[in-house]
T-cell receptor, first 111, second 113 residues
Framework: QKEVEQNSGPLSVPEGAIASLNCTYS??????FFWYRQYSGKSPELIMS????GDKEDGRFTAQLNKASQYVSLLIRDSQPSDSATYLC???????????FGTGTSLTVIP | DAGITQSPRHKVTETGTPVTLRCHQT?????MYWYRQDPGHGLRLIHY???????DKGEVSDGYSVSRSKTEDFLLTLESATSSQTSVYFC????????????FGPGTRLTVT
């Protein structure tokens, strides 16, 4: 059973639109949630972290967490072609020091 | 870039040879991780360290060993490389604080022929 599930996509949105990326996780003991952006051939780059239910906004990015539904999402407003990348969802459970990653969602922003 | 370097950045080796990958950090972080990334599998944890000489296994540790003799260096060794270990290897660090945020190094692309 996979710990973290993401729709692999590809997801295509027009420039200026809102991109919505979703992630579900299986362990109810999960405490910390992260979104990474990974450009092709590059390493993952942390863009958002969220720890409590609700929304967290940082510039054009909003992370949303719903622990009851075991669901975390990332919204990208005013999408730009430079946002075209693979987005990885990651989860840390309460016990231990391990992190679990989804396989990523590929996003393409069309100019 | 959180002061993380990996070496080598690219390596081609033959089946059965030993390989050591190095992760070096400059900011005295307590935790260091080794992941591999393969298409369809995402990032999977190989081993991690929570201090000098303190390490633990991840979900795909078979065929790999690690060592951490000083805070700044975390070594990943493939004792006898196999073609299934062809992958991109990423090192990551995180602080001891409550943020739990991980930051990744640039990666090493390893090909085992």
């Amino acid at each position: 059973q996979k710990e973290v599930e993401q729709n692999s996509g590809p997801l295509s949105v027009p420039e200026g639109a809102i991109a919505s990326l979703n992630c579900t996780y299986s362990d109810r003991g999960s405490q910390s949630f992260f979104w990474y952006r990974q450009y092709s051939g590059k390493s993952p780059e942390l863009i958002m972290s969220i720890y409590s239910n609700g929304d967290k906004e940082d510039g054009r990015f909003t992370a949303q967490l719903n622990k009851a539904s075991q669901y975390v999402s990332l919204l990208i407003r005013d999408s730009q072609p430079s946002d075209s990348a693979t987005y990885l969802c990651a989860v840390k459970i309460l016990t231990g020091n391990q992190f679990y990653f989804g396989t990523g969602t590929s996003l393409t922003v069309i100019p | 870039d959180a002061g993380i370097t990996q070496s080598p950045r690219h390596k081609v080796t033959e089946t059965g040879t030993p390989v050591t990958l190095r992760c070096h950090q400059t900011e005295n972080h307590r935790y260091m991780y080794w992941y591999r990334q393969d298409p369809g599998h995402g990032l999977r944890l190989i081993h991690y360290s929570y201090g000098v000489k303190d390490t633990d296994k991840g979900e795909v540790s078979d065929g790999y060993s690690v060592s951490r003799s000083k805070t700044e260096d975390f070594l990943l060794t493939l004792e006898s490389a196999t073609s299934s270990q062809t992958s991109v290897y990423f090192c990551a660090i995180r602080d001891s604080g409550l943020a739990y945020e991980q930051y990744f190094g640039p990666g090493t692309r390893l090909t085992v022929t």
